[in-house]
């Protein structure tokens, strides 16, 4: 694997070379192909090259470089985005940080640790579990997916119901700016600094303000202790009153997750089944912790609920092993559809609770109408839903279908008064539907803030708005290339 | 040109593979790009780079057959760096057979591009010359055995004609173990070997190729176990070495020729016993290697269903609970194609804390790659010796064994003992089963 030196005279690739080394980049057609698309994988495109930066200082060099040479760039953790914001749309130069994946320290007093980028989401946890700690935010691709793509796309998961998504618990960002200027945002982890809240603004920013390189990220006490449920119903109204019913009782679950008929055949078809009943409509998977004290009784008003609305079965785990084997089942689904279905297109809109079993009927109505079939696996808590398009890219047209009944799925959010993305960010995917929810005027407000951090919108340019966007923009574009 | 690399007259091609048995559409359809396999992967964990991930290879083995790449050393790199593993099974949400393709891929890679140079001669010399003989085997055994005994062992050692060894072969040289007698040898005039006491089973026993000349003492343990619970045990003379560093290489069509010969010399057998994972793992998917051939898909089918590994057979058919104490503290390697290949990962574990006065010690990451990947070692010597140092980094200090099922990992692990100035006996999980047997018996044996 080891080459002896470069085969090229690219002059770029040869000059990025000298910054990470000749082992540290990538510039092969078979090299690159693996990285040209994410976990979203509709559209593909290869990049320039693919240089992997040990610190700081050599992503810094390397976006000067890049910023120099006008040449488009964007960074990469993992690829598990399932948006498309890794997806080297311009022909970039990737900036891959997984190499960065150390963590620097863990403040056990102060509950942060500080972590660079490339390091994996789960890592933390495991880390200092035995001390009885853990970092909250847990998108369900937490096992392979890295903190600093967390940061990019805001992730979300399960339990941030009650916890909140990765904004909630980030403190300080080291961050390579556009021009490759290192900055630092409260980086000794002090909370709420006064200003201008640019933890927020970057957080959830999809890489097109800056590239993170290292991480103050708040952690949290194990709780007490902990109780799952799962609830099967033989209908998709009752299983979504109960979400409402839970929430509405004044319990805050940890996490209260939902799987239709489709999803549950999918994830008992593939790797991490747990033995679902095949002919119920839907399944409630709902975790409650905190103080000891409390929770038998939260527990005895979940299952009181469940009864009520005309449950077909509900049990309470027995031990770890089975709880783990539920979140398994639940954590891998996305993956599973794999076992149903060549392809899949997952969608993220979020709407308000007391809308779900209106909107799980629309959702319905558009599967019956494109000939696709969607399954629905979600946040149910936090009406964060994720309808699951299921496709097969290769018969003629699928794409295309699939790709409208997305978009359709997240119109029919939109309308209900919710949003298109609760978690997985905009990226290429969604970039048409933020007119669902967004005015132009709007839309260039916020083109207006990348541009005072990206003015010259070389790093992951095209993504998170709508392209081409207002005629200004495609303007002052032109007017920028002339000038180059 | 050999006629075999002319892929002229060939038409069972698939995009930019043109030989016949190409890799398996049926097999990537399955993958969905999600990424969940990355961090399973110890070469995705060394490089970081995705070409290197069972994500990657498969969007790579996909491309060739969408006709976007060649088969070139420049996809040949991705696929042969693969340890195959199989973590990435282990891991898939969807249950892609990675491995799979990877070996389907080989297939391809070694028709248009046949090796030359060093990982050429290795191969030709051990993979065609040696492996598939079993005298062949037996008279490197014996000369082996001779380079031991007669001294000519230490003179290499002292003189410093070790020193023009390549590197990881010094290593290999160092952990060397002693050879004994071949099972094949031993029992060659015994038509079956009496079950010690009632008689409840029949079974015959895969000797491996390895196994049998560089771990005899193993095949003998196995042996004394499987008697001493009621089994009869035949050893086929006919059977050979089962392929499986055959198909790894890329060989598929020597794979088929071994898995005939096996399928053959057993189709008398009730049960195929196996004490290699390797090779166990190898049996239960010799269907796929004829996938192009319904006639003998049939056999395999059939054949591959009397597969089972040594552990899981006496933990599913019931075995006498030594009695004796073995006070030892033991560690437990997963070797990857018990666990990952054949989801063997409780049974050897309940062997080996049902012995009176083992005291298991748990290994993180038990179920990680050593790096031994069967001759991966010997062809990736740099990615093998990286993959083995996260190893050894989850050996616990204080164990004074570790047990696995599989002799590439012992012959691995030993090095990574030496090497690492680490003191751990390596063993095999029957044999410490035997060892309870015999001193319960009043036999003292191993240490």
Same mark, same amino acid.
């Given at each position: 694997?080891?080459?002896?030196?470069?085969?090229?005279?690219?002059?770029?690739?040869?000059?990025?070379?000298?910054?990470?080394?000749?082992?540290? *980049?990538?510039?092969?057609?078979?090299?690159?192909?693996?990285?040209?698309?994410?976990?979203?994988?509709?559209?593909?495109?290869?990049?320039?090259?693919?240089?992997?930066?040990?610190?700081?200082?050599?992503?810094?060099?390397?976006?000067?470089?890049?910023?120099?040479?006008?040449?488009?760039?964007?960074?990469?953790?993992?690829?598990?985005?399932?948006?498309?914001?890794?997806?080297?749309?311009?022909?970039?130069?990737?900036?891959?940080?997984?190499?960065?994946?150390?963590?620097?320290?863990?403040?056990?007093?102060?509950?942060?640790?500080? %972590?660079?980028?490339?390091?994996?989401?789960?890592?933390?946890?495991?880390?200092?579990?035995?001390?009885?700690?853990?970092?909250?935010?847990?998108?369900?691709?937490?096992?392979?997916?890295?903190?600093?793509?967390?940061?990019?796309?805001?992730?979300?998961?399960?339990?941030?119901?009650?916890?909140?998504?990765?904004?909630?618990?980030?403190?300080?960002?080291?961050?390579?700016?556009?021009?490759?200027?290192?900055?630092?945002?409260?980086?000794?982890?002090?909370?709420?600094?006064?200003?201008?809240?640019?933890?927020?603004?970057?957080?959830?920013?999809?890489?097109?303000?800056?590239?993170?390189?290292?991480?103050?990220? !708040?952690?949290?006490?194990?709780?007490?202790?902990?109780?799952?449920?799962?609830?099967?119903? $033989?209908?998709?109204?009752?299983?979504?009153?109960?979400?409402?019913?839970?929430?509405?009782?004044?319990?805050?679950?940890?996490?209260?997750?939902?799987?239709?008929?489709?999803?549950?055949?999918?994830?008992?078809?593939?790797?991490?089944?747990?033995?679902?009943?095949? $002919?119920?409509?839907?399944?409630?998977? *709902?975790?409650?912790?905190?103080?000891?004290?409390?929770?038998?009784?939260?527990?005895?008003?979940?299952?009181?609920?469940?009864?009520?609305?005309? %449950?077909?079965?509900?049990?309470?785990?027995?031990?770890?092993?089975? !709880?783990?084997?539920?979140?398994?089942?639940?954590?891998?689904?996305?993956?599973?559809?794999?076992?149903?279905?060549? @392809?899949?297109?997952?969608?993220?809109?979020?709407?308000?609770?007391?809308?779900?079993?209106?909107?799980?009927?629309?959702?319905?109505?558009?599967? $019956?109408?494109?000939?696709?079939?969607?399954?629905?696996?979600?946040?149910?808590?936090?009406?964060?839903?994720?309808?699951?398009?299921?496709?097969?890219?290769?018969?003629?047209?699928?794409?295309?279908?699939?790709?409208?009944?997305?978009?359709?799925?997240?119109?029919?959010?939109? @309308?209900?008064?919710?949003?298109?993305?609760?978690?997985?960010?905009?990226?290429?995917?969604?970039?048409?539907?933020?007119?669902?929810?967004?005015?132009? !005027?709007?839309?260039?407000?916020?083109?207006?803030?990348?541009?005072?951090?990206?003015?010259?919108?070389?790093?992951?340019?095209?993504?998170?708005?709508?392209?081409?966007?207002?005629?200004?923009?495609?303007?002052?574009?032109?007017?920028?290339?002339?000038?180059? | 040109?050999?006629?075999?690399?002319?892929?002229?007259?060939?038409?069972?091609?698939?995009?930019?593979?043109?030989?016949?048995?190409?890799?398996?559409?049926?097999?990537?359809?399955?993958?969905?790009?999600?990424?969940?396999?990355?961090?399973?992967?110890? /070469?995705?964990?060394?490089?970081?780079?995705?070409?290197? +991930?069972?994500?990657?290879?498969?969007?790579?083995?996909? #491309?060739?057959?969408?006709?976007?790449?060649?088969?070139?050393?420049?996809?040949?790199?991705?696929?042969?760096?693969?340890?195959?593993?199989?973590?990435?099974?282990?891991?898939?949400?969807?249950?892609?057979?990675?491995?799979?393709?990877?070996? &389907?891929?080989?297939?391809?890679?070694?028709?248009?591009?046949?090796? /030359?140079? =060093?990982?050429?001669?290795?191969?030709?010399?051990?993979?065609?010359?040696?492996?598939?003989?079993?005298?062949?085997?037996? #008279?490197?055994?014996?000369?082996?055995?001779?380079?031991?005994?007669?001294?000519?062992?230490?003179?290499?050692?002292? /003189?410093?004609?070790?020193?023009?060894?390549?590197?990881?072969?010094?290593?290999?040289?160092?952990?060397?173990?002693?050879?004994?007698?071949?099972?094949?040898?031993?029992?060659?005039?015994?038509?079956?070997?009496?079950?010690?006491?009632?008689?409840?089973?029949?079974? +015959?026993?895969?000797?491996?190729?390895?196994?049998?000349?560089?771990?005899?003492?193993?095949?003998?343990? /196995?042996?004394?176990?499987?008697?001493?619970?009621?089994?009869?045990?035949?050893?086929?003379?006919?059977?050979?070495?089962?392929?499986?560093?055959?198909?790894?290489?890329?060989?598929?069509?020597?794979?088929?020729?071994?898995?005939?010969?096996?399928?053959?010399?057993?189709?008398?057998?009730?049960?195929?016993?196996?004490?290699?994972?390797?090779?166990?793992?190898?049996?239960?998917?010799?269907?796929?290697?004829?996938? &192009?051939?319904?006639? =003998?898909?049939?056999?395999?089918?059939?054949?591959?269903?009397?597969?089972?590994?040594? #552990?899981?057979?006496?933990?599913?058919?019931?075995?006498?609970?030594?009695?004796?104490?073995?006070?030892?503290?033991?560690?437990?390697?997963?070797?990857?194609?018990?666990?990952?290949?054949?989801?063997?990962? &409780?049974?050897?574990?309940?062997?080996?804390?049902?012995?009176?006065?083992?005291?298991?010690?748990?290994?993180?990451?038990?179920?990680?790659?050593?790096?031994?990947?069967?001759?991966?070692?010997?062809?990736?010597? &740099?990615?093998?010796?990286?993959?083995?140092?996260?190893?050894?980094?989850?050996?616990?200090?204080?164990?004074?064994?570790? +047990?696995?099922?599989?002799?590439?990992?012992?012959?691995?692990?030993?090095?990574?003992?030496?090497?690492?100035?680490?003191?751990?006996?390596?063993?095999?999980?029957?044999?410490?089963?035997? =060892?309870?047997?015999?001193?319960?018996?009043?036999?003292?044996?191993?240490?």
């Amino acid at each position: 694997m080891a080459k002896k030196g470069l085969q090229t005279t690219d002059k770029d690739i040869i000059n990025l070379s000298k910054i990470v080394g000749e082992k540290s *980049i990538l510039y092969k057609q078979p090299d690159l192909l693996a990285y040209d698309c994410d976990g979203f994988t509709i559209h593909k495109h290869l990049p320039k090259a693919v240089v992997f930066p040990n610190t700081t200082e050599e992503v810094a060099e390397i976006v000067k470089y890049c910023d120099a040479n006008h040449l488009p760039f964007l960074a990469r953790g993992a690829g598990t985005g399932l948006s498309g914001g890794a997806i080297p749309l311009n022909g970039e130069v990737i900036i891959s940080l997984v190499k960065m994946k150390r963590l620097l320290s863990v403040d056990l007093e102060n509950r942060r640790a500080v %972590v660079e980028p490339g390091f994996v989401n789960l890592k933390l946890t495991n880390s200092i579990s035995n001390k009885g700690y853990y970092y909250a935010p847990d998108p369900s691709s937490q096992y392979a997916c890295t903190i600093g793509g967390n940061v990019a796309e805001n992730a979300g998961g399960a339990h941030c119901l009650k916890y909140g998504v990765t904004t909630n618990h980030i403190l300080g960002l080291e961050v390579v700016m556009p021009n490759g200027e290192i900055i630092e945002i409260s980086t000794n982890g002090v909370p709420d600094a006064p200003g201008y809240d640019l933890l927020g603004l970057l957080t959830g920013s999809e890489g097109t303000l800056g590239i993170v390189t290292k991480i103050t990220v !708040r952690i949290l006490k194990n709780p007490e202790a902990k109780q799952t449920v799962l609830a099967y119903f $033989d209908n998709v109204a009752d299983g979504s009153q109960v979400v409402s019913d839970i929430v509405s009782s004044g319990i805050v679950p940890a996490a209260l997750e939902m799987m239709d008929k489709t999803a549950i055949e999918g994830v008992e078809a593939a790797a991490f089944p747990v033995g679902h009943p095949k $002919d119920i409509e839907a399944l409630l998977l *709902i975790e409650v912790d905190g103080i000891s004290a409390g929770i038998e009784e939260q527990i005895n008003q979940i299952l009181e609920v469940c009864n009520k609305r005309n %449950v077909r079965e509900v049990k309470v785990a027995q031990s770890e092993e089975e !709880r783990g084997r539920w979140w398994a089942n639940r954590k891998t689904g996305f993956g599973a559809m794999g076992a149903i279905s060549p @392809d899949y297109l997952v969608q993220d809109g979020v709407i308000p609770r007391s809308k779900l079993p209106e909107v799980l009927a629309k959702i319905n109505k558009i599967s $019956d109408d494109s000939g696709l079939r969607i399954a629905n696996i979600f946040h149910a808590g936090d009406g964060n839903l994720h309808p699951l398009v299921l496709f097969d890219a290769g018969k003629p047209g699928e794409i295309e279908k699939a790709l409208e009944a997305g978009s359709a799925c997240l119109q029919v959010c939109a @309308d209900v008064g919710g949003t298109i993305t609760g978690e997985h960010g905009v990226g290429i995917e969604k970039r048409e539907e933020m007119r669902f929810v967004f005015t132009d !005027r709007e839309i260039m407000a916020q083109t207006d803030i990348r541009e005072v951090f990206n003015p010259k919108n070389l790093l992951n340019a095209g993504k998170l708005f709508p392209t081409p966007g207002r005629c200004a923009e495609v303007k002052k574009e032109l007017k920028e290339a002339k000038t180059s | 040109m050999d006629v075999k690399n002319d892929p002229s007259c060939q038409i069972k091609g698939l995009g930019n593979y043109l030989w016949s048995d190409p890799p398996d559409a049926g097999k990537w359809a399955d993958c969905v790009h999600c990424g969940l396999c990355l961090e399973a992967c110890p /070469t995705y964990e060394q490089t970081g780079q995705e070409q290197h +991930s069972p994500r990657g290879r498969v969007h790579l083995i996909k #491309s060739v057959a969408e006709g976007k790449l060649v088969v070139d050393e420049n996809f040949a790199d991705p696929v042969f760096v693969c340890l195959d593993c199989r973590a990435c099974t282990t891991a898939c949400p969807a249950d892609v057979d990675v491995g799979g393709l990877i070996e &389907e891929a080989r297939g391809q890679v070694r028709q248009a591009m046949p090796l /030359t140079g =060093w990982k050429g001669a290795v191969s030709k010399t051990f993979l065609e010359g040696i492996f598939p003989h079993q005298n062949r085997l037996n #008279s490197l055994g014996s000369l082996l055995k001779f380079y031991q005994k007669s001294g000519m062992q230490k003179v290499v050692r002292k /003189t410093g004609l070790i020193n023009i060894m390549p590197k990881h072969l010094v290593e290999m040289e160092s952990i060397m173990p002693e050879i004994g007698t071949p099972v094949q040898k031993k029992y060659k005039d015994q038509e079956v070997i009496k079950a010690k006491g009632e008689t409840k089973h029949e079974v +015959s026993m895969l000797t491996g190729c390895i196994m049998d000349v560089m771990f005899s003492d193993i095949n003998e343990s /196995t042996i004394n176990v499987l008697t001493r619970n009621g089994n009869n045990v035949t050893i086929p003379k006919n059977q050979t070495c089962c392929g499986a560093l055959h198909v790894h290489a890329g060989d598929r069509e020597t794979g088929r020729e071994l898995a005939k010969r096996n399928i053959e010399a057993f189709k008398d057998a009730e049960k195929v016993i196996t004490n290699a994972a390797g090779c166990g793992c190898m049996l239960k998917e010799y269907p796929e290697l004829f996938r &192009e051939d319904p006639e =003998w898909h049939e056999k395999a089918e059939e054949f591959s269903k009397k597969v089972e590994d040594v #552990s899981k057979y006496l933990y599913d058919t019931g075995y006498e609970k030594p009695k004796a104490e073995l006070n030892k503290r033991i560690t437990y390697h997963d070797a990857c194609h018990l666990a990952h290949g054949q989801g063997i990962r &409780e049974e050897p574990r309940d062997l080996l804390i049902n012995i009176p006065g083992v005291e298991m010690v748990h290994m993180p990451n038990s179920d990680r790659c050593c790096g031994s990947a069967g001759i991966y070692n010997i062809t990736n010597p &740099e990615m093998a010796g990286a993959v083995l140092e996260s190893k050894m980094e989850n050996v616990p200090d204080d164990v004074e064994m570790i +047990s696995m099922g599989n002799p590439g990992c012992m012959l691995q692990m030993a090095i990574g003992v030496e090497k690492y100035g680490r003191n751990q006996k390596i063993v095999h999980t029957v044999q410490l089963l035997d =060892w309870a047997y015999q001193k319960e018996d009043g036999k003292e044996r191993g240490k």
